[in-house]
Nanobody, 124 residues
């Protein structure tokens, strides 16, 4: 069982940066691939970024590539999402998720555990 708690969301202006954190419980945290997803009002939950169990590989949605960076610190049981050059289109609730297995996936259905989400609002 893995429990996830996100933090770091807030209200910022276009062009600003935010760093989201996701703290995880569980002794086998390092064996889980992690993902960040987001969901805007009226839209489906979409993949943002993923990272393998020990951080060796990452992947990103095209809309955030070059602006967002996912990383993890397994000693702290924490995964991060550094978001730079934020745009109003990035406004959403951001969720972290854990997947049993070493490789990240882009489908929300591939993830076994979810956090409660943190709101990110970017004003123009």
């Amino acid at each position: 069982q893995v429990q996830l708690v996100e933090s770091g969301g807030g209200l910022v202006q276009a062009g600003d940066s935010l760093r989201l954190s996701c703290a995880a419980s569980g002794r086998t945290y390092g064996s889980y691939a992690m993902g960040w997803f987001r969901q805007a009002p009226g839209k489906e939950r979409e993949f943002v970024a993923g990272i393998s169990g020990f951080g060796g590989s990452t992947n990103y949605a095209g809309s955030v590539k070059g602006r967002f960076t996912i990383s993890r610190d397994n000693a702290k049981n924490t995964v991060y999402l550094q978001m730079n050059s934020l745009e109003p289109e990035d406004t959403a609730v951001y969720f972290c998720a854990a997947r049993e297995g070493p490789a990240p996936a882009m489908s929300p259905r591939s993830y076994n555990y979810w956090g409660q989400g943190t709101q990110v609002t970017v004003s123009s």
